[in-house]
T-cell receptor, first 111, second 115 residues
């Protein structure tokens, strides 16, 4: 089945710093890939997605590119804000059905 | 608000009691999913429905757990004879599946505490 590995957190950055959160996956075939964000005390929110190789998903200044050759889907943002502090989950879609989540990466942004 | 809703938001129960959670998906969505999330972990898949049919159940879903979606709209997840290990956040998500994979949209979750 599918699995995902994310960099361990917490990732601690100052406001306006560049963000990269690494995500690699193992999968049968070419799954759609998603990033979800969980703010403190809230549910999961869809951040962005990509459905095929070389697709770039983007939203709210965040970007991630589907790299089939390296089975990666790294999340990037050029300038983080304090309000971006949250837990970020990378998730491939297994068999067009279930999302497979890793343990998530906590991001802490200080002013 | 037309997002996924879940009730109750919090449930505290004693070991051995039965509990039932409800999920109302986004109205036009034909798929509904249940996940479980424990502290510090990512969500784990439990089961999903397409319309009223339950199509897959995880091995995590013991025989104490049952889920229904009788009219293809809202769903209920029941846990019988709760155990302390059942304490977790139970998440519901929905999606509209047509010609390809679509994103799943999550509700706020029901936090279960078993004493």
């Amino acid at each position: 089945g599918n699995s995902v590995t994310q960099m361990e957190g917490p990732v601690t950055l100052s406001e306006e710093a560049f963000l990269t959160i690494n995500c690699t996956y193992t999968a049968t075939g070419y799954p759609s890939l998603f990033w979800y964000v969980q703010y403190p005390g809230e549910g999961l929110q869809l951040l962005l997605k990509a459905t095929k190789a070389d697709d770039k998903g983007s939203n709210k200044g965040f970007e991630a590119t589907y790299r089939k050759e390296t089975t990666s889907f790294h999340l990037e943002k050029g300038s983080v804000q304090v309000s971006d502090s949250a837990v970020y989950f990378c998730a491939p879609l297994s068999g067009f059905q279930k999302l497979v989540f890793g343990t998530g990466t906590r991001l802490l942004v200080s002013p | 608000d037309t997002g996924v809703s879940q009730n109750p938001r919090h449930k505290i129960t004693k070991r051995g009691q039965n509990v039932t959670f409800r999920c109302d998906p986004i109205s036009e969505h034909n798929r509904l999913y249940w996940y479980r999330q424990t502290l510090g972990q990512g969500p784990e898949f439990l089961t999903y429905f397409q319309n009223e049919a339950q199509l897959e159940k995880s091995r995590l879903l013991s025989d104490r757990f049952s889920a229904e979606r009788p009219k293809g709209s809202f769903s209920t997840l029941e846990i019988q004879r709760t155990e302390q290990g059942d304490s977790a956040m139970y998440l519901c998500a929905s999606s509209l599946v047509g010609r390809g994979p679509e994103a799943q949209y999550f509700g706020p979750g029901t936090r279960l505490t078993v004493l």
